[in-house]
């Protein structure tokens, strides 16, 4: 796809890196600018400011570890040392003038940076007001990391901050599943083939499934869980993103703008849930975990039924639902087709038979997969439903920071979050915020508390299995 004009930016000559001392620079970023090393797209001076006191050195030893640690380790020392040596290090309070004044001396000559603000949402304006106080957001552009806020007003007053200090087509809002290779796919497949169109929408389409499940608990991340739960966490932009790829309408031209438009429309036009839309559950064992209240009520799983009402796909419900502690870690998106209207054979509508469908098996080990029911052999008109699967995996695709690092460097927001979008979702999810009953227990390994299969009734889960074949 051609970026649109208004997309695409002159190139920056440096990526500042706020947190550079973080978890998240361990786990994610260090990782990918390596890969972006790697592959020859990071030649620009990376410096990373922290409050840590440390020194150059002590950066690169733990960027080092990091990389050691990642899938793949260091198999490319070449372009270790290339990395290695674009680093800098500023060491300073976020709230002190100074640190930003040793941050432009670091930058010399650099003329267009990217401000990375891998730091908590509350510093957003301390260290945007620093970048403004030193002139650091003069041709300059900010990348910033979801949560987008916490509800609708926290979401716009979080971009009042960050639009004191740079005007919106500098802005890089960063969801990493916009950046994976199955979800960009979402948005290929559909367009890219045209047998999908005509059955594509609410005469066909009975229902949509959307599940991202974790076999994993919160992994000591307890404290941070208290202050976001699964809704904020993963439900209001990773699922909804999923949703708009798959509900919006065909853009009007080539370009990622017209994308991110018709991404939208499709919020725009989500019916605001209700506290009968939604199920909340909780695992047992969650309240014990470091940082937990003892009677926490914060949900660890989440199910919701949506519509939305556009003339696309008005009564079909869609179905959300995400959780820690399940039986499987997978993402699976499974769009169900009405039975035909007439049946010539009773095999194919006994109660418990499933209709036709189309499986996106997002992760792990991508499938794009179609449903359909096949005669037996012999005289009789009896059948099976059987899928047939394309496996997806692409040898040495770019990963999420990868990608979405390297675009933000070159000015391409394509895969960004836009802010009528972010004030959009939460509108959706604005009356349930408070107004919900209890979560509901599940033991660690189901999936999740009975209460959700009665919300999807007379109709069942589609339970991802990772490691074996999806049943029919």
């Given at each position: 796809?051609?970026?649109?004009?208004?997309?695409?930016?002159?190139?920056?000559?440096?990526?500042?890196?706020?947190?550079?001392?973080?978890?998240?620079?361990?786990?994610?970023?260090?990782?990918?600018?390596?890969?972006?090393?790697?592959?020859?797209?990071?030649?620009?001076?990376?410096?990373?400011?922290?409050?840590?006191?440390?020194?150059?050195?002590?950066?690169?030893?733990?960027?080092?570890?990091?990389?050691?640690?990642?899938?793949?380790?260091?198999?490319?020392?070449?372009?270790?040392?290339?990395?290695?040596?674009?680093?800098?290090?500023?060491?300073?309070?976020?709230?002190?003038?100074?640190?930003?004044?040793?941050?432009?001396?670091?930058?010399?000559?650099?003329?267009?940076?990217?401000?990375?603000?891998?730091?908590?949402?509350?510093?957003?304006?301390?260290?945007?007001?620093?970048?403004?106080?030193?002139?650091?957001?003069?041709?300059?552009?900010?990348?910033?990391?979801?949560?987008?806020?916490?509800?609708?007003?926290?979401?716009?007053?979080?971009?009042?901050?960050?639009?004191?200090?740079?005007?919106?087509?500098?802005?890089?809002?960063?969801?990493?599943?916009?950046?994976?290779?199955?979800?960009?796919?979402?948005?290929?497949?559909?367009?890219?083939?045209?047998?999908l169109e005509p059955i594509w929408n609410r005469n066909y389409v009975a229902s949509v499934q959307i599940t991202l499940a974790?076999?994993?608990?919160?992994?000591?991340?307890?404290?941070?869980?208290?202050?976001?739960?699964?809704?904020?966490?993963?439900?209001?932009?990773?699922?909804?993103?999923?949703?708009?790829?798959?509900?919006?309408?065909?853009?009007?031209?080539?370009?990622?703008?017209?994308?991110?438009?018709?991404?939208?429309?499709?919020?725009?036009?989500?019916?605001?849930?209700?506290?009968?839309?939604?199920?909340?559950?909780?695992?047992?064992?969650?309240?014990?975990?470091?940082?937990?209240?003892?009677?926490?009520?914060?949900?660890?799983?989440?199910?919701?039924?949506?519509?939305?009402?556009?003339?696309?796909?008005?009564?079909?419900?869609?179905?959300?639902?995400?959780?820690?502690?399940?039986?499987?870690?997978?993402?699976?998106?499974?769009?169900?087709?009405?039975?035909?209207?007439?049946?010539?054979?009773?095999?194919?509508?006994?109660?418990?038979?499933?209709?036709?469908?189309?499986?996106?098996?997002?992760?792990?080990?991508?499938?794009?997969?179609?449903?359909?029911?096949?005669?037996?052999?012999?005289?009789?008109?009896?059948?099976?439903?059987?899928?047939?699967?394309?496996?997806?995996?692409?040898?040495?695709?770019?990963?999420?920071?990868?990608?979405?690092?390297?675009?933000?460097?070159?000015?391409?927001?394509?895969?960004?979050?836009?802010?009528?979008?972010?004030?959009?979702?939460?509108?959706?999810?604005?009356?349930?915020?408070?107004?919900?009953?209890?979560?509901?227990?599940?033991?660690?390994?189901?999936?999740?508390?009975?209460?959700?299969?009665?919300?999807?009734?007379?109709?069942?889960?589609?339970?991802?299995?990772?490691?074996?074949?999806?049943?029919?």
């Open positions: 796809m051609i970026p649109d004009s208004d997309d695409q930016q002159a190139a920056a000559d440096a990526l500042v890196f706020f947190g550079a001392t973080g978890d998240l620079a361990h786990k994610m970023i260090f990782p990918a600018l390596y890969r972006m090393a790697k592959r020859g797209t990071l030649k620009v001076p990376v410096v990373g400011v922290a409050a840590s006191k440390w020194d150059l050195t002590q950066l690169r030893d733990y960027a080092r570890d990091a990389i050691s640690k990642a899938d793949g380790g260091v198999d490319d020392p070449d372009a270790l040392d290339r990395l290695l040596s674009l680093l800098a290090y500023v060491a300073g309070d976020y709230g002190d003038p100074d640190t930003f004044s040793a941050l432009r001396h670091a930058l010399g000559d650099a003329k267009r940076p990217a401000h990375y603000l891998a730091v908590p949402p509350g510093l957003f304006p301390t260290v945007v007001e620093g970048l403004v106080g030193a002139g650091l957001n003069q041709d300059a552009r900010v990348i910033i990391e979801k949560p987008f806020g916490r509800d609708l007003a926290s979401a716009k007053e979080l971009n009042r901050v960050v639009r004191s200090g740079f005007e919106d087509h500098a802005i890089f809002r960063i969801d990493h599943y916009l950046g994976k290779e199955e979800i960009m796919n979402l948005l290929y497949f559909r367009f890219a083939n045209s047998f974790e076999q994993f608990g919160v992994q000591g991340r307890g404290a941070f869980y208290e202050t976001a739960g699964c809704l904020r966490d993963v439900v209001e932009n990773h699922l909804f993103q999923v949703v708009a790829l798959l509900a919006m309408e065909p853009p009007a031209y080539q370009g990622m703008a017209a994308v991110s438009s018709e991404k939208f429309n499709v919020f725009k036009a989500m019916r605001p849930l209700a506290a009968d839309d939604i199920v909340r559950g909780q695992f047992v064992g969650y309240r014990d975990e470091v940082g937990v209240a003892k009677d926490s009520d914060v949900e660890t799983f989440y199910a919701s039924r949506m519509f939305i009402d556009s003339w696309r796909w008005a009564g079909v419900p869609w179905y959300l639902r995400s959780g820690k502690a399940l039986a499987g870690t997978a993402a699976e998106v499974v769009v169900e087709f009405k039975p035909p209207p007439q049946s010539l054979f009773d095999d194919a509508v006994q109660e418990d038979a499933r209709g036709n469908y189309l499986r996106f098996r997002l992760s792990p080990n991508p499938v794009i997969a179609l449903a359909a029911r096949v005669k037996r052999a012999g005289e009789e008109y009896v059948g099976d439903q059987h899928e047939l699967a394309l496996l997806n995996a692409q040898p040495n695709e770019e990963q999420p920071y990868e990608r979405l690092l390297g675009d933000a460097l070159a000015g391409e927001g394509g895969l960004f979050t836009r802010e009528d979008s972010v004030e959009a979702a939460w509108t959706v999810v604005e009356p349930v915020l408070d107004n919900h009953d209890r979560a509901h227990s599940y033991p660690s390994g189901s999936w999740g508390p009975e209460e959700a299969d009665a919300l999807i009734a007379p109709a069942h889960w589609h339970n991802p299995m990772p490691d074996q074949p999806s049943p029919v």
